[in-house]
């Protein structure tokens, strides 16, 4: 989790250099705990090997974004115990964004294959019910040694022909 303290040095624009070395170790453990590839951050790369210039390109995009989607001006509003938690869930966040954008341009996701998938059946084909009918069969059988051993196969039949 981020240090409190290190997120208000980053809210007043004072971001010390032990502070940033916090952010990157934070933003590292969470790259190795959640094996996350490295193609959130350059897209020809599909791999776990992170070096330490990697996460300093992430978590530079991580700042670009959430100055560029203004979410640092709600940081203020964050009440202080729940500071490092909202921090770590905008990272989560940005991450989550940067692997649906990778996602999209390798395929479809499965959401959209679903929609082009009722839209090809509404064009070539018609929506039918049928109705389900369960037959349940007792699970014991009369062992016979007649004619009448149909019975092992479907005891129901037994039934109707018992003597």
């Known amino acids: 989790m981020f240090k409190e303290e290190y997120l208000l040095e980053l809210l007043s624009g004072k971001l010390t250099s032990r502070g940033y070395a916090n952010i990157l170790g934070t933003i590292t453990s969470m790259v190795r705990k959640y094996q996350w590839k490295k193609s959130i951050i350059v897209s020809d790369h599909n791999d776990n090997d992170w070096q330490s210039d990697d996460i300093k390109e992430l978590s530079h995009q991580f700042f670009e974004w959430i100055i560029s989607k203004n979410k640092i001006k709600y940081l203020s509003k964050v009440p202080f115990e729940y500071l490092s938690y909202y921090f770590t869930q905008m990272f989560i966040s940005f991450v989550s964004n940067r692997i649906k954008e990778e996602q999209q341009k390798v395929g479809l996701s499965f959401q959209k294959c679903q929609e082009l998938v009722q839209e090809i059946c509404q064009e070539d084909y018609d929506e039918?019910?049928?109705?389900?009918?369960?037959?349940?069969?007792?699970?014991?059988?009369?062992?016979n040694s007649d004619h009448r051993n149909l019975g092992l196969v479907f005891p129901k039949f037994l039934f109707f022909w018992a003597e």
């Open 128 to 143: 039918e019910k049928r109705m389900v009918i369960s037959i349940v069969f007792c699970d014991f059988a009369l062992w």
